[in-house]
């Protein structure tokens, strides 16, 4: 009964458009009413005791270090290193995209970010050489969703603080299954654009060329080193390494590429602060939603009947993985992340899934819904970016789609792909 009259509340509430913050919040009370005599204050203590945490402290300084590098000419160097390497191939400006993606997803943390940050420079490039302009915020969007998987990664974080597990072996579970999804799409670039006939973006470039490249991307290269070296080698926490990031980023943009002054900080600051806002908001609220379903034991029952479907762990992680598609597809990724880890860890446990592998499945499949409609926030960006329709882009985006679905399988029934790297950072 209590499930029903929860995600009832849910399902009506994000049907009418209510923000997802505010629709936890008041689905939690009116349950809370309803179901037990547990005054309502339990609400707000629970929002306001869930942000008192170390670890999530590392968003806002990730949202904000994004916003510094986009800004400070960072993500202009990193097209630049992308269309050196592999600008000469065929559908090259397309890989260039995706390179240049997952270049920056390595500092960014933050799918729409990535989107953002390089859409702006290689849309208008793509449609100069003749690619279709769907086809162009398509590649965008799609390689726009490495940007969570690749650490840093918010989603990982938030997931870490939810499930208690390690953001460091989250980050690194993170790293081969990004590169894989990097160049499958990269693999989509080039199919589409044989047939298509679109025409690589130079010829095959000099040594020194990429080496110039290289030389003037290396500032930027060198913070996934300083945030993932410094997580692993003991130096400083997830949070701290946030941090240091944004100070790397100010001294970058400032000192050595010239690109941040006063107004560029000032916009850095404010779209950091909006971002942050809303997702403080959110995670709030969801907590207290956690908390509410942990005491009506509604995991424990949304699991019991899970298992009773199937006996088979093949046949109950496809099932789990399309429930996870066709959510994200509606829900934002950081709030179903926390609202549907609760319910969904103890089953994969039961299963032999170890909880960080599970980290990577939930984040990949929610990152398949940044680029599926209605919800799409890849899409809605590369759109605004782009001026093409949702319609368009959506119909150019299937292939990429099917792809990232391809890996998503990978991930789940090899787990080698995610895990190899994770075991051996547990027997070092």
């Known amino acids: 009964m209590e499930a029903l009259i929860l995600f009832g509340l849910l399902i009506i509430l994000i049907a009418l458009s209510i923000p997802i913050g505010i629709t936890l919040g008041i689905a939690t009370a009116i349950s809370l009413a309803l179901t037990t005599r547990i005054p309502l204050v339990i609400v707000a203590q629970k929002s306001f005791s869930a942000l008192d945490s170390f670890p999530l402290l590392a968003i806002p300084f990730f949202i904000l270090a994004g916003a510094l590098m986009s800004y400070g000419g960072i993500s202009k160097r990193l097209v630049a290193l992308a269309d050196a390497l592999v600008g000469f191939i065929v559908g090259g400006l397309a890989m260039v995209t995706v390179l240049a993606c997952m270049f920056f997803a390595a500092i960014s943390g933050s799918g729409p970010a990535t989107v953002s940050a390089i859409g702006s420079f290689m849309i208008p490039a793509m449609r100069e050489r003749g690619y279709h302009g769907s086809f162009a915020a398509a590649v965008t969007a799609a390689s726009g969703t490495i940007g969570v998987i690749i650490p840093p990664s918010i989603p990982f974080v938030i997931y870490a603080v939810v499930s208690g597990t390690s953001v460091g072996e989250l980050f690194i579970a993170g790293i081969v299954p990004g590169i894989l999804i990097g160049l499958s799409l990269m693999a989509v670039c080039f199919l589409v654009a044989r047939k298509r006939h679109y025409l690589s973006s130079a010829e095959r470039p000099s040594l020194a060329k990429v080496v110039r490249a290289f030389r003037e991307a290396i500032w930027a290269l060198i913070v996934p080193f300083i945030i993932l070296g410094g997580i692993y080698g003991g130096v400083f926490t997830p949070t701290e390494a946030a941090v240091v990031a944004v100070v790397y980023s100010v001294l970058i943009g400032r000192f050595v590429y010239r690109e941040l002054d006063f107004r560029t900080l000032y916009e850095a600051l404010k779209d950091s602060v909006l971002v942050n806002g809303a997702t403080s908001f959110m ?146």
Do not use: H
């Open 283 to 428: 995670i709030g609220l969801s907590m207290a939603f956690a908390a509410y379903l942990s005491m009506a034991q509604i995991p424990a029952k949304m699991g019991a009947w899970l298992m009773g479907i199937s006996s088979s762990p093949v046949v109950t992680l496809l099932i789990i993985n399309a429930f996870l598609l066709i959510i994200g597809c509606f829900v934002d990724n950081i709030a179903a992340v926390i609202i549907l880890t609760p319910i969904l860890l103890p089953v994969v446990t039961q299963l032999g899934i170890d909880p960080v592998q599970f980290g990577l499945i939930i984040t990949v499949n929610l990152a398949v819904g940044f680029i599926t409609p209605p919800y799409g926030i890849n899409l809605f960006v590369a759109s605004a970016i782009s001026d093409e329709s949702i319609e368009g882009i959506s119909r150019d985006i299937v292939p990429f789609v099917l792809a990232m679905v391809a890996c998503l399988l990978l991930l789940t029934f090899v787990p080698a792909t995610s895990m190899g790297l994770v075991e051996l950072f547990r027997r070092g």
